[in-house]
């Protein structure tokens, strides 16, 4: 394997790059996208979902991320891995907890056994979702996850940090906004990011030197923004678009009450969702 200096290109690329989640919608965008920076992608998602027109240089991998040992042979020969694998919208806790927190805690334990030493981890913005949008924060601001999705991905950051300091896993977590062609309400004209700067980020994720644990606020260079990413400078990344383009049209829509979640919390409406199927009262 290259050793992760430069860019793909200037260091060859890893040998086996591992792509999960590779059927959930910004895995599809990006599945094609990746294939330069590895001379082989595998990608992987639930059986019965991916697609089956492999690429020459791509492995067509199914996995259930709770499954342990399905993970395990499925990292085991990857050089790096992209996780963007998980159930990816609030839903109940038994269900995040068998994709989220059991699939992350299976993907780290897989990367170690089989020595693999860098990982991107799809986090979110949810991690900080009940912060209030007049609020800017950085990667140093305590977690406050706006449900079991964000606390989900807070538990991934935390594996990551471990797995740093006891084995010397480097990761660099992506706390994604709204990766979509075009932001869809006044939220995300803050959290969007383009596919493009997407990708360019995981470029940088996989092939900066020394990451350690980098937390990264994954939006494009929107006007108007909640985050920080000073603490993420090593990784140099500059977005290069914008969600202005896309104003006009937001904006042409009526705007939510001044007391909507959407228009008070970060998180928007995912702080509002649940509880999910309460037990009837004692």
């Given at each position: 394997?290259?050793?992760?200096?430069?860019?793909?290109?200037?260091?060859?690329?890893?040998?086996?790059?591992?792509?999960?989640?590779?059927?959930?919608?910004?895995?599809?965008a990006v599945r094609h996208r990746v294939a330069k920076f590895a001379q082989c992608i595998r990608i992987s998602d639930l059986p019965g979902v991916l697609p089956s027109d492999a690429a020459p240089n791509e492995e067509v991998v199914p996995c259930d991320l709770a499954d342990r040992r399905a993970v395990d042979?499925?990292?085991?020969?990857?050089?790096?891995?992209?996780?963007?694998?998980?159930?990816?919208?609030?839903?109940?806790?038994?269900?995040?907890?068998?994709?989220?927190?059991k699939g992350v805690f299976h993907i780290y334990e897989?990367?170690?056994?089989?020595?693999?030493?860098?990982?991107?981890?799809a986090s979110?913005?949810?991690?900080?979702?009940?912060?209030?949008?007049?609020?800017?924060?950085?990667?140093?601001?305590?977690?406050?996850?706006?449900?079991?999705?964000?606390?989900?991905?807070?538990?991934?950051?935390?594996?990551?940090?471990?797995?740093?300091?006891?084995?010397?896993?480097?990761?660099?977590?992506?706390?994604?906004?709204?990766?979509?062609?075009?932001?869809?309400?006044?939220?995300?004209?803050?959290?969007w990011m383009s596919c493009d700067d997407f990708v360019e980020l995981l470029r940088r994720a996989l092939f900066t030197a020394s990451v350690g644990h980098?937390?990264?606020?994954?939006?494009?260079?929107?006007?108007?923004?909640?985050?920080?990413?000073?603490?993420?400078?090593?990784?140099?990344?500059?977005p290069r678009d914008s969600s202005e383009q896309f104003r006009q049209k937001i904006e042409a829509a009526p705007p939510p009450a001044p007391d909507d979640a959407v228009a008070v919390f970060q998180g928007g409406v995912f702080t509002t969702m649940g509880p999910f199927d309460p037990l009837p009262p004692v």
């Open positions: 394997m290259a050793h992760p200096h430069g860019t793909a290109e200037q260091g060859g690329g890893y040998g086996r790059l591992l792509l999960t989640g590779a059927a959930g919608g910004i895995g599809r042979t499925l990292v085991a020969g990857c050089d790096a891995i992209v996780h963007l694998g998980g159930v990816s919208v609030e839903r109940p806790f038994e269900e995040i907890l068998e994709a989220n927190i897989a990367a170690r056994r089989h020595s693999v030493k860098r990982v991107v981890f979110s913005n949810h991690v900080t979702g009940f912060y209030r949008q007049d609020e800017r924060i950085d990667a140093d601001a305590r977690k406050r996850p706006d449900g079991y999705y964000g606390l989900s991905k807070s538990f991934g950051e935390d594996m990551a940090q471990l797995y740093f300091d006891r084995y010397g896993i480097e990761t660099v977590s992506i706390r994604i906004g709204s990766v979509f062609p075009e932001p869809k309400d006044r939220r995300m004209m803050a959290t980098t937390i990264v606020f994954g939006a494009s260079a929107n006007a108007h923004t909640w985050w920080d990413n000073r603490e993420a400078a090593c990784l140099a990344f500059e």
